[in-house]
């Protein structure tokens, strides 16, 4: 029996503790976004390192930000490999930060309080299957988790690791991954020295369906404020005489799309690579019915709506998109407050596609804001951080290796698919060390990830915690 297939019988033996140790671990709320819950975040980082360490690494917590912004700790570990190793530097990558467990009240069990439970009877959108529910379920701690426990099972079970291996889990990836730039340059040397980047923390095409993804889109997220007088007005008073800030932020946030639902920014789309037609018709051939998707969350088939001239799973692989993802300014209380106020605000996000600059981009957006402003109209600018896009070449020696563990582990063929989400630090290997990045990812659509009863089902968990050991000894072999 090969040491891959030993480390799977020992982690199928001991799943009750696998799950378990997650269950620890979820119950961190790490929530990176809110400076309320530094110390807690930084606690989910150490639970990481010690679990790195009982796998017999050494793992270290590298602070991050400077002293008047600190940022949350880094966890990072190297194992330099068996006397003599000539294969890969293997980087794997992940984040123990999560994502704000809001609206609360739509949980149907409390976001820290992790449960197992089988799939709802009677809920026909439910697939049978253990699952186990909490904030950070799938995305990230419990994909992490699959690597952590195929370490630990290698450890028990054959000793040393047959490569050498580097670990950076951050906890800051849900809040835009704002000081790993940084990061990344003070271990350009080391990080150098890697040949590939894995990560799971993307999903499978679907349910007993592997997938490698081989697309992120990259991101500009941005807060504008728009501030006009400088208090609150009684709108009998003043309605008619000076510019409502609410009425003016939703004006020019309207101003962003025209009739086809493109981005109106000047130059939006001047570097986007459209994806070779070959590549469109493959992705048509995925069995899958991405429309469909529609009806598990409430819309008809209908509803399909986006950039006109694309289908559905083009725009979200391969097409730049804005959304407003929050907005806010005068009364929110309950009740009806007659008011002018004197600021209003929005969050406002872009999806990226190659070749766009996040940069440019946001500054593009704040010119075209403040080309707009009223008289007496005053501007503020937040930077949320964001990413480039980035994309796995599919001449790359490692997609192989993946493509075969994911085989090994799961015994069908791994599909390959892009996903419209981001993940910072992909691009950032790319752009910074020329790194390429293999995702491979174990989630599922109706995973409701950054939702209200995000889950992990255990099946998924059993095939990324399988992967990885073959993972392990794939890469040994290259
Ligand atoms: N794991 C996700 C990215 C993802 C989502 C991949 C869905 C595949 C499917 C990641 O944690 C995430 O949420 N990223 C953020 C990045 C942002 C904060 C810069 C995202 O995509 O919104
Ligand atoms: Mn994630
Ligand atoms: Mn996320």
């Known amino acids: 029996m090969g040491d891959a297939q030993r480390v799977v019988e020992a982690l199928t033996k001991d799943e009750a503790g696998a799950v378990q140790r997650l269950i620890e671990w979820l119950r961190i709320p790490s929530i990176s976004t809110d400076p309320a819950y530094a110390g807690q975040t930084r606690e989910a980082a150490q639970w990481c390192a010690d679990r790195l360490s009982e796998a017999g690494?050494?793992?270290?917590?590298?602070?991050?930000?400077?002293?008047?912004?600190?940022?949350?700790?880094?966890?990072?570990a190297h194992y330099g490999g068996p006397e003599g190793y000539s294969g890969p530097h293997v980087l794997f990558y992940g984040h123990y930060d999560v994502q704000p467990p809001d609206p609360l009240e739509l949980w149907e069990s409390a976001p820290f309080e992790p449960v197992v439970r089988p799939a709802e009877k009677g809920d026909p959108k439910d697939v049978p299957g253990e699952r186990i529910v909490a904030r950070g379920a799938v995305d990230d701690k419990g994909q992490v988790a699959g690597f952590l426990e195929a370490l630990r099972s290698w450890h028990e079970v054959v000793g040393p690791l047959p490569i050498r291996l580097t670990v950076l889990i951050?906890?800051?990836?849900?809040?835009?991954?704002?000081?790993?730039?940084?990061?990344?340059?003070?271990?350009?040397?080391?990080?150098?020295?890697?040949?590939?980047?894995?990560?799971?923390?993307?999903?499978?095409?679907?349910?007993?369906?592997?997938?490698?993804?081989?697309?992120?889109?990259?991101?500009?997220?941005?807060?504008?404020?728009?501030?006009?007088?400088?208090?609150?007005?009684?709108?009998?008073m003043w309605g008619g005489r000076v510019r409502n800030p609410i009425n003016v932020l939703v004006e020019l946030l309207a101003q962003l799309h025209d009739d086809d639902q493109r981005v109106t920014l000047p130059g939006f789309y001047d570097r986007v690579i459209e994806p070779p037609q070959?590549?469109?018709?493959?992705?048509?051939?995925?069995?899958?019915?991405?429309?469909?998707?529609?009806?598990?969350?409430?819309?008809?088939?209908?509803?399909?709506?986006?950039?006109?001239g694309w289908t559905s799973v083009e725009r979200e692989w391969a097409r730049p998109t804005c959304d407003i993802n929050g907005i806010y300014g005068g009364y929110q209380g309950a009740g009806a407050k007659t008011v002018i106020p004197s600021k209003a605000g929005a969050k406002v996000s872009f999806r990226l596609v190659a070749d766009q600059d996040p940069e440019t981009i946001a500054q593009s957006f704040k010119a075209w804001v403040q080309a707009r402003l009223p008289v007496g109209f005053g501007l503020e600018f937040h930077?949320?951080?964001?990413?480039?896009?980035?994309?796995?070449?599919?001449?790359?020696?490692?997609?192989?290796?993946?493509?075969?563990?994911?085989?090994?582990?799961?015994?069908?063929?791994?599909?390959?698919?892009?996903?419209?989400?981001?993940?910072?630090?992909?691009?950032?290997?790319?752009?910074?060390?020329?790194?390429?990045?293999?995702?491979?990812?174990?989630?599922?659509?109706?995973?409701?990830?950054?939702?209200?009863n995000e889950k992990f089902e255990l099946d998924c968990f059993r095939l990324c915690m399988r992967t990885h050991a073959h993972l392990i000894e794939r890469f040994a072999s290259l």
Not at 426 to 450: A, I, S
Request: net charge negative; aromatic share 4%; glycine share 14%.
């Open 170 to 236: 951050e906890g800051e990836e849900e809040s835009g991954s704002v000081n790993l730039e940084r990061f990344v340059e003070e271990e350009k040397t080391h990080l150098g020295t890697c040949d590939v980047c894995v990560i799971s923390d993307t999903g499978m095409l679907g349910r007993g369906q592997p997938a490698i993804t081989t697309g992120v889109r990259g991101m500009a997220y941005t807060e504008i404020i728009l501030t006009g007088p400088d208090q609150d007005l009684h709108s009998g």
């Open 383 to 452: 930077d949320h951080g964001g990413g480039h896009p980035g994309a796995v070449p599919f001449d790359s020696p490692f997609l192989g290796a993946a493509e075969s563990a994911l085989e090994a582990a799961s015994g069908t063929k791994a599909h390959l698919i892009k996903t419209g989400g981001s993940i910072p630090v992909v691009g950032l290997l790319k752009k910074e060390l020329d790194l390429d990045t293999l995702l491979v990812g174990f989630g599922l659509d109706d995973d409701r990830v950054h939702s209200p």
């Open 57 to 76: 690494l050494q793992p270290v917590l590298r602070e991050t930000g400077t002293k008047a912004k600190p940022g949350h700790p880094i966890v990072w």
């Open 278 to 308: 070959a590549e469109r018709d493959a992705w048509a051939a995925l069995p899958m019915d991405h429309v469909g998707g529609l009806e598990k969350i409430g819309l008809p088939r209908e509803a399909d709506a986006g950039e006109a």
